[in-house]
Structure formats: structure tokens, C-alpha cells
């Protein structure tokens, strides 16, 4: 109309209705976006979470860019897949450097000699499992259209057919085409012009049956190499119970040492071009041949890398097919072994400390002189230049830098650049620099204050912070949980990463990090600004990032002490060099007295016998021992007690009739742990009580319980009046982890059982772990149970190892005995203090609706939209309450006001029908002890799931004069006391 007709009254008319439009559009959006909000909960799949965050930081699915090739742009989806394939050839297409002479034997011999190698005999059931098991739900699948949860939820009979295919495979050295072809995604690299072919990185998309097989044989070479102790020490990178906060605080170490002993530490970084995608297969198979892989395992592991192909995908467009004949295959289980093992042979010179993550390379050396540590680097990086010549990989000398740390002073030029010696690498001059960043941490020179690094996590994390304000408000968006754990998973493991390090940061910058979580708990909570920090905290159930930060230092500490033979704890722990020193603010100190201080703080003692074993004694195609947990799926103990003990029985019964029966339990009781058997072949039980017993769980007791049958059972195995043996427990738990060949948890306790067992095994003894439930009227169990109980009394306790597990629990446990204390001292100048009488959470804590949940938390912190509050913040004129004139509080507001008489009146009523008479501000805003409170607090008396009618309507919010132009100045906690009104 505008258009056809351009009159004055048309124009403005036209804007009108588009302003209108435009009004109507946004707040649909707003609309739609807060209800999609809403609906996260704790049962939303992270999966869709974490899509709609990489949505709002603009990386959500995009078609593709076109790509400019020799400016011509090509938009063609199949013209495009086709370059990029073509630009992968130019990598991957070369063919792979020959090996001759003795190298060539070698590889020939090894392939053909299986020799006394137990790790070439037929996979089994047990193998198979762990595999399917340790897949991942949700993961892309390949070329053949098989997922990983279909393979996951494959019947038994099924699983058998699998391991036939995969077992054919194995014995034949053959491997099927679909298991060796990948589908190539080509992702943009972040800071990359998109249409430069160049600017992409392959992810590909390889067949889940293919990655269930190869978990299988890597399983059994990476417990090879690691037994036999083929990997450098020094190598971290894709090595279980290795990380890279171990490289991280091993050169952090040596930074502190040479600060306080006032020397110079020149440290290098280098740069493997395209290592992965360049090593050569024959290269490959020769470091495992001299590392004594040979037979089937060495020959399928050839076959796996030969003749590979690919197809690169875009738009759902395929290229043309490609053959790999070089580079370890991308996305492959075995890939990241191999190449660990090919970095086996980087050079270790004396004097020069080594550290390498996968590809990443750094040396560092310490010396009296720069001149003299330039000297020794000189010498080290012309080994590694041999190295690298050797198996034909190449430094990118242009992204290889080097840095000094040192309290000396370096000599300046007359532009104030430090005047430092020259470093080569392949006759390029190596680069230095002031700041470099180092497996995701920034180090700054020359004294590493880590303020470059603090100053980048507050810039990454201020970002996220937002985030998570765009997902809530104060009445509408997900629970206080949910925007928590985001918080711990998308914001502070970023801070914590590398922490064990980043502690020996100054008071000043760690500080700067405590303020990114107090702005992370006050979205999260709905606190207002003013909150104070202490309230938040306790508020939100998390501890001071400084208390966060010393525990997982603690944690890192016992973890490697605990571990045997880790290079780390060879380094940093016991180093005579720091161990004598005075230490001052000047000199920051190193890991280890950081960390020893911690634990005295804590009455923890540093030489706490602590056990953590990395990998399992016994191989991954070892026999392993029959557990059965079937019960569990047979019978419903909650609902049906008698039922529960008769089939328990029936199974006992007829199952292990001619078996000695050996019953296990363990309890815990405060700080005293124990453990029993029971065996009712001699109506005999005995017990112990287990030193530490604060620290125990009532797993590892159980644990305990099942070792020391098996032990009694090896003692007295002449004299047993059968060949066959049953432990019956009730530790569901216990027996998942026995039952799996690796596990983090209570590591040492089951390797010592598979031990045990083993050893009765070589005897010809048969045993087998029943599980069995608890408190249904089962003799044993009842009789092992009480045994149990009565250690609690015994005088004489047990020396055991602490489990790793157990460890950890022991100092968050302390962690949170320092916070209470700290909060007693403060809480009288708090008001939740009056409230919280614990920093523990509460399981009601959280409303499911968020404006409830807001308005208690404002009112338990103490900074709600009330007069006395507001007056202090000039947002309100007079303090006194506009029915009563008294100062309006808290304690007035809830308690003694007379504008909310009825509906105090009706909630009184109320709590009186639950046997509760008396009506305080810490009953109301949920701190009494009493479950009934809570439950009359906290849950909607009319059990429906969707808010009453007249909820919102009979609720006059309390209005105050600035609440026009600040929302959130609204007073919303009236609700709390509108709810009982509607039942």
C-alpha cells in the first residue's frame, strides 16, 4: 500500500504497523527462548545443552563457506569436497619411506614369528565387553551406518556372533574394506579464512565395529608397551594415569628451582609439522617390531594401516576416493599408541630435561649462565634435529620458540629488547618470546607470574559468564542446579585446568579468578549484586576457588606419590635443590611445599600410606573371575522383602549347592570402618577394623571383605572340604568394578583380589562372586553383617593402604571441615548465618520454580527487595514498612507483619497439622531440622506439577518506587506464603 500509494498518512502507517511487526517478533522470540530455557532440567541431555551453547557462541550447524581457488569461487558442494580431498592427497597420497637392509628383516622376521606371545591367542567375551562398554552414546557413525549404541545394546547371542567377526579378523589378518574407509568433515580452523582450502582441519567419521575391534588389540599393545616399559617416561601425552598438568608442573618446577637458586632456565618449544598426518607407516611398524610386537598382533596392525581410503564430505557430497599411504589414521584407537611409541626414541641428554604431550616437544635446561644453558640447548636440539632426520619427521623452526626465566638481569639493547644468543633450528633462527603458550597455559617471562594466564582465563570466562546470564533470569530459565553445573564444567574446569601450577600465582591474581565464580553463583542463585561473597558460597554449597584450588593440588600430589615410578614424582617431590631453602614472598615456592602446606592446614599427613595402581596386574585376555549379579534384575528388595530372600535363597541353594560359601559385609560407623566374613561351613566368622577408618568407605570395605575371603581361602585350601568356592556379598558396586579389567576407582584393593584369585585359580580352586541384597533375612549375610558391627569395638585396628579413591574423599572431607570452621567464625555477620547452620546443601534447597527459588535465596542471603534493605542502596525513600511504620526486615516482613496476617495464619495452620508449632524466619526459609518443615516449605500441598489458578492472580507483588526502571527490585518471596492459600 505504502509502495503503490506514498501518502504521508500511508508512510505512517506503514512504520506504525512495521514498528508494531517488529515488537511483536521480538517478543516471540523472548518468549520462545525463555520457555526453551525452562525446560532444562536435570534429566535435558547435555548433548542439547551444549548444541544450544555452541549455538549462542555462533558455531551452530552452517552450510559451507564457498572457497576461492586461485581467485575463481566455487560453491559446488561436490567441486568442493573434491579440492579439499585434494588438498589431503597432497599430505597423505605421498607413499611411505622405505625401510631396507636389517630394518627390512626385522619387520619381516617379527611378522612372521608369533613365538611365546600370549597376546596373539583369540580375543574373548570379557574383551568384547569392556570395549562395547567404553564406547561413547551420541558419536557420529561411518560409512556403514552402525552406532555405537546399537553395538552397545547387542543380546548376549549377538555379542557372540560380533566377536566371531572380530576374532576372524584377528586369526586371519584380514580386515574388511568398510573398517579401513572414513568419511572426512572438513571444520574450519577458529581465526582462518574459511574460503582458503587450507584453513580446514579432517575430522573423520570411521566405523563404530571397526573402533570396537581396535580398542580390543590396543588394549592388549598398550598393556604390552607399558609392561615392558617400551613408551619414553617422560611421554604423557594418551597414556593412562598420565596427563598434561604432569609436563606442566614438572617445568613449572624447574622454573621455581632456578628462580630461588638465582640461575637461568632456557626453555624450547617445538613444533612437529603435520606429524600425525607424515610418519610413515613402515616407520610404525618397525618401532614395533624392535619393541617386540610380533605374530598376529604386528601383522593385523599392518593390515589395519594399509590400503586405507577416504571421502571428504560436504553438504552431503562425497568426493572422489582417496588412499592414505602414509600418517597414522585420524580418528583411529591405535593411532595416538603407535605414534607414543614411535616419540620413544626422542633423544634424553644429560643436564636437559625433556617433555613431550603426543607431538608436542619441549626441552628445558637450567644452568649457572645463559650462555651455558644456550650451550647445552644447542647440543640438545641438534640430537632431536638427528631424531627427527631419522624417522623422517620435520620442525616447523617458524612456530618453534624459546624463553629465558631467570631473577638475573639480561642485557638490553637500545630499543630495551633483551640481548639473548642465537638458537637454530634447521638453520632457521629459533624465535624468542616473552609469553608463549604451553599445553593451554599461558607462561610469562622472565619470572612466571602467571598474570598473562589470569588474564586470559577472566577474558574466556567473562564470555561464558554471559552465557549463562542470557540463559536465566530471575523468573524463568533452569534451576539453581543445572546452571551450577554448567558453571563447574563450562567455567570452572577452564580455571582449573592446569591448577596445580597456576596455585603459585600471586594472592592478587587469584583473586581476580574468586570473582568470576561469585558472578557465576549470583546467575545461578539470583543473588543481587551486593550479596556477599561468604553468603554466596554457602548459599550455592560451593567452597571458597581457593579452598577448590588447594584440594586438587592436594589430590595431584597424593595421585602421584601414590602411583609407582611416576617421572613427575621422581622430579618434583624430594628435590634436594629446593628442599633446604628459607622461603619468602620474593621466591614463590615450588609444588611440593605449596602443597605439604595445604596438608598440614588440613591435619592430613604428607606420608599417608596411599595406594593407586595405573594398570592392572593381570592382561586384558587373562581369565576372569565368574561374577554374578543377575539377582539384581530378578528381584525387587524395596517392594518385596520376603520375596527378595526366598529367590536369593533358591539361587543359593541350587546354584552352589556343592560349594563352600564364604559370606562378606562391611560397615561404617563415624570414624570407625570394618570388615567381616562369615562362613557357615564352621558357624566361624572374623573381622577387622581398618586403620584410618575416617577415611574408608563403605565400598573399600567391602572390598576388603572380598579380599581377605580369598585370602583366607588360599591359606586354608588343603584343608577345604571342597574344590569350589562362593563369596556372597551384598556390594553391587564392588563386584562392577571387580568384573571390569581396568577401573580408577579402588584400583589397588582390586588388583590385589584378581591377584588372589588368580593364585586359587593355579591351584585348581573355582571361584565365583555372587551378589546378593542386603537386610532381606539371608543367614549369612545377616551373620556377616553382625560380625561387621562388633569390629567397631575391637582396640586393635588394621593397617591397609588408603585407596587413591579414598584419599580424595579424605580431603574433600577435610576441605570442607577448614571451610566449616571459617564459616563459624563469620556467619554471626551474615544473615544467612541465622538460617545455614551448615555449609552442607540441602536436597530441598532448590525450588523448581525459579521465581521461588530466587525470592528465598534474596531473603536467606538477606538482600531482598525489602525497605531496610533498599534505603541503604538510595532505591527506596523511607525504611519503615507503609502498613505497620516499623523498619521493614525480613524478620518483620515474614513474621510480624500485619498486611500478611492471613495468609501467616493459614501456613501456621498448616504446620501445626504437621506436628510443628513454632513459626520462625529460619523455619520459613527452610534451616529447621524438622524433614516435615521442608517438606510443608518446599513442596506444592496439591502434588501437581502445574501451578494452581489464581497463584498469580491473588498475588500482589510488593511494588516499590523504583521498580519501574529496576524490575528485579520486585518482591517476589510473598509467593511463598500465596501457595499455602490455594490447596
Known amino acids: 500500500m505504502a509502495e503503490r500509494r506514498p501518502t504521508l498518512t500511508n508512510l505512517i502507517e506503514y512504520r506504525r504497523l512495521s514498528a508494531k511487526a517488529r515488537k511483536i517478533i521480538k517478543k516471540t522470540k523472548k518468549e520462545t527462548w525463555r520457555r526453551f530455557c525452562s525446560t532444562i532440567s536435570a534429566e535435558t541431555p547435555s548433548k542439547r545443552i551444549w548444541n544450544m551453547i555452541r549455538k549462542m557462541n ?54 612372521q614369528n608369533e613365538g611365546d606371545t600370549a597376546y596373539n591367542q583369540p580375543f574373548t567375551l570379557h574383551e568384547l565387553n569392556d570395549s562395547l562398554n567404553s564406547l561413547k552414546s551420541g558419536k557420529a557413525m561411518g560409512d556403514d551406518e552402525i552406532q555405537n549404541e546399537f553395538l552397545k545394546h547387542l543380546p548376549e547371542h549377538k555379542k557372540i556372533d560380533l566377536l566371531k567377526l572380530i576374532n576372524q579378523s584377528w586369526m586371519e589378518s584380514k580386515i574388511p574394506h568398510t573398517w579401513k574407509h572414513s568419511l572426512i568433515l572438513p571444520i574450519p580452523k577458529e581465526d582462518k579464512e574459511p574460503t582458503n582450502p587450507d584453513s580446514y582441519r579432517p575430522i573423520s567419521l570411521t566405523s563404530c565395529i571397526s573402533k570396537a575391534a581396535e580398542k580390543m588389540v590396543n588394549n592388549r599393545l598398550v598393556w604390552q608397551l607399558e609392561t615392558t616399559n617400551k613408551f619414553s617416561p617422560t611421554q604423557s601425552g594418551f597414556r593412562k594415569g598420565r596427563s598434561a598438568e604432569d609436563l606442566i608442573i614438572n617445568l613449572e618446577h624447574q622454573i621455581r628451582s632456578c628462580l630461588v637458586n638465582r640461575r637461568v632456565n632456557v626453555t624450547v618449544f617445538f613444533d612437529l609439522k603435520q606429524a600425525f598426518d607424515t610418519v610413515s607407516h613402515n616407520h610404525l611398524l618397525l618401532k614395533l617390531a624392535e619393541s617386540g610386537i610380533k605374530g598376529r598382533l604386528l601383522r593385523w596392525i599392518q593390515q589395519f594401516l594399509k590400503n586405507r581410503t577416504y571421502e571428504v564430505l560436504v553438504d552431503d557430497q562425497k568426493s572422489c576416493r582417496k588412499e592414505s599411504k602414509r600418517g597414522v589414521p585420524q580418528g ?46 644447542v647440543n640438545a636440539i641438534s640430537s632431536l634435529e638427528e631424531w627427527a632426520q631419522k624417522w623422517q619427521l620435520t620442525f616447523n623452526p617458524s612456530k618453534t620458540c624459546a624463553m629465558v626465566f631467570t631473577k638475573k638481569k639480561i642485557p638490553k639493547d637500545a630499543d630495551d629488547n633483551p640481548i639473548l644468543p642465537t638458537l637454530t633450528l634447521n638453520e632457521e633462527n629459533i624465535n624468542w618470546v616473552q609469553t608463549f603458550k604451553y599445553l593451554g597455559m599461558k607462561l610469562d617471562g622472565p619470572t612466571l607470574t602467571w598474570k598473562e594466564h589470569v588474564n586470559y582465563l577472566r577474558d574466556i570466562c567473562s564470555r561464558r559468564i554471559k552465557i549463562l546470564r542470557a540463559l536465566t533470569g530471575t523468573s524463568w530459565g533452569p534451576d539453581r542446579t543445572n546452571i551450577l553445573n554448567m558453571y563447574k564444567t563450562f567455567i570452572r574446569s577452564k ?144 517392594n518385596c522383602k520376603e520375596q527378595a530372600r526366598e529367590v536369593s535363597e533358591r539361587t543359593i541353594c541350587h546354584r552352589y549347592g556343592e560349594h563352600l560359601k564364604l559370606f562378606t559385609d562391611g560397615s561404617k560407623s563415624g570414624n570407625s ?135 580424595k574423599s579424605l580431603i574433600t572431607e577435610q576441605q570442607n571441615k577448614v571451610w566449616q570452621q571459617h564459616y563459624e567464625g563469620i556467619k554471626n555477620n551474615l544473615h544467612i548465618g541465622g538460617i545455614k547452620d551448615k555449609i552442607s546443601t540441602w536436597s530441598w534447597l532448590p525450588h523448581r520454580h525459579r521465581r521461588i527459588d530466587v525470592a528465598m535465596a534474596r531473603l536467606r542471603i538477606g538482600h531482598a527487595g525489602l525497605n531496610e534493605y533498599l534505603t541503604r542502596f538510595s532505591m527506596a525513600n523511607d525504611q519503615n514498612c507503609s502498613t505497620c511504620n516499623v523498619p521493614e526486615s525480613i524478620q518483620h516482613f515474614l513474621i510480624e507483619c500485619r498486611k500478611h496476617n492471613d495468609h501467616r495464619r493459614k501456613l501456621k495452620n498448616t504446620l501445626r497439622a504437621q506436628g510443628i508449632s513454632d513459626l520462625t524466619v529460619k523455619t520459613i526459609l527452610g534451616g529447621s531440622n524438622h524433614p516435615k518443615t521442608c517438606r510443608c516449605t518446599y513442596k506444592k500441598p496439591w502434588g501437581s506439577s502445574s501451578w494452581p489458578p489464581g497463584c498469580y492472580t491473588n498475588y500482589s507483588p510488593h511494588i516499590h518506587p523504583h521498580a519501574a526502571s529496576h524490575p528485579n527490585v520486585t518482591l517476589y518471596p510473598q509467593i511463598i506464603l500465596v501457595l499455602y492459600t490455594n490447596p
Open 58 to 111: 555462533g558455531k551452530g550447524k552452517q552450510s559451507s563457506s564457498p572457497l576461492n581457488v586461485n581467485g575463481q569461487i566455487i560453491n559446488d558442494p561436490k567441486q568442493k569436497a573434491d579440492i579439499l580431498a585434494d588438498n589431503l592427497d597432497e599430505i597423505l597420497g605421498q607413499e611411505s619411506a622405505e625401510v631396507q637392509g636389517d630394518q627390512a628383516r626385522t619387520i619381516r622376521d617379527c611378522l
Open 332 to 377: 583411529s584407537i591405535l593411532s595416538p599408541s603407535t605414534f607414543a611409541l614411535l616419540m620413544a626414541e626422542i633423544p634424553h641428554l644429560a643436564r636437559v630435561c625433556t617433555m613431550e604431550y603426543a607431538d608436542d616437544v619441549a626441552i628445558s635446561i637450567t644452568a649457572d649462565t645463559l650462555e651455558e644453558a644456550c650451550e647445552i640447548a
Open 673 to 807: 570402618t570394618t570388615s567381616a566374613m562369615w562362613v557357615p561351613h564352621t558357624e566361624q566368622g572374623e573381622h577387622w577394623k581398618l586403620h584410618k577408618g575416617q577415611a574408608r568407605s563403605i565400598m573399600g570395605a567391602e572390598l576388603y571383605a572380598i579380599y581377605k575371603a580369598l585370602h583366607w581361602t588360599v591359606v586354608n585350601w588343603a584343608i577345604l572340604p571342597t574344590d569350589k568356592v562362593v563369596i556372597l556379598t551384598d556390594s553391587k558396586s564392588g563386584l562392577q568394578g571387580i568384573n571390569k579389567h581396568s577401573t580408577k576407582r579402588y584400583s589397588y584393593i582390586i588388583d590385589q583380589i584378581k591377584k588372589t584369585a588368580a593364585t586359587l585359580q593355579d591351584i585348581n580352586i573355582t571361584v565365583c562372586l555372587q551378589w546378593i541384597p542386603s537386610h532381606v533375612g539371608i543367614r549369612g549375610n545377616e551373620q556377616a553383617d553382625e560380625w561387621a558391627n562388633r569390629a567397631h569395638n575391637l582396640q586393635v585396628e588394621t593397617e591397609t593402604p588408603l585407596d587413591l579413591t579414598e584419599a
Open 495 to 638: 580455571i582449573t585446568y592446569g591448577v596445580v601450577a597456576l596455585s603459585s600465582a600471586s594472592k592478587t591474581n587469584l583473586d581476580k579468578l574468586e570473582v568470576i565464580q561469585s558472578s557465576a553463583i549470583r546467575i545461578a542463585i539470583g543473588a543481587r549484586k551486593t550479596s556477599p561473597k561468604a553468603a554466596l558460597q554457602v548459599e550455592a554449597g560451593l567452597p571458597p576457588l581457593k579452598e577448590h584450588i588447594k584440594e586438587l593440588c592436594c589430590r595431584y600430589y597424593f595421585k602421584i606419590k601414590a602411583s609407582d615410578h611416576h617421572p613427575t614424582a621422581e622430579t618434583v617431590l624430594n628435590d634436594e635443590e629446593v628442599s633446604d631453602r628459607v622461603w619468602t614472598p620474593v621466591f614463590k615456592m615450588p609444588f611440593e611445599k605449596r602443597t605439604e602446606g595445604h596438608l598440614r592446614g588440613w591435619n592430613i599427613n604428607k606420608d599417608t600410606d596411599i595406594r593407586y595402581i595405573r594398570l592392572p596386574s593381570a592382561p586384558p585376555w587373562s581369565k576372569r573371575i565368574n561374577v554374578e549379579t543377575e539377582l539384581l534384575e530378578e528381584i525387587d528388595k524395596e
